[in-house]
């Protein structure tokens, strides 16, 4: 605790509301050393679309995702669409981010399934509008919320 104190350290403890007021009322000094709090808002569905849209756009060569790309009609607005209609918001601000690549993940895997021996080229390596609503659906049936 008396690191905290000498003004040369930056701490950083990051987590869910709930949980980091458990951790920061677990010990009295926690209070009285910890200068600065700030909340992040949730993500919005449109936050989400643009999150899919960026780790799709800008890979790099170990992402999960190197090499594949979103059908010309997965527009932010299209995708938005699809997180508002497919997800709970109890769901989204449960997941937030993360959602992400839970929703990519299982649509990669759509993509797979769905491709026949005689798939070619891009097709290969395009994921469309209905790879990600699989994926959301997906995300919604096996994830629970209490």
Request: glycine share 6%.
């Amino acid at each position: 605790m008396s690191v905290l104190e000498d003004g040369d350290i930056v701490v950083i403890f990051a987590g869910y509301t709930e949980p980091m007021k458990r951790v920061m009322s677990s010990n009295e000094g926690f209070c009285r050393r910890v200068a600065h709090f700030f909340h992040f808002d949730d993500f919005s569905s449109r936050d989400l679309a643009e999150i899919v849209r960026v780790k799709m756009t800008k890979q790099t060569e170990g992402s999960r995702f190197y090499g594949f790309k979103l059908h010309p009609f997965c527009t932010l607005e299209a995708v938005t669409g699809l997180i508002e209609r497919e997800i709970t918001e109890k769901l989204r601000n449960k997941m937030n981010g993360g959602l992400v690549d839970h929703m990519l993940t299982n649509a990669k895997e759509n993509l797979d399934a769905r491709l026949s021996f005689d798939s070619k080229g891009d097709e290969l390596l395009t994921i469309t509008l209905n790879d990600l609503e699989v994926g959301l659906q997906q995300l919604s049936s096996r994830v629970t919320i209490d």
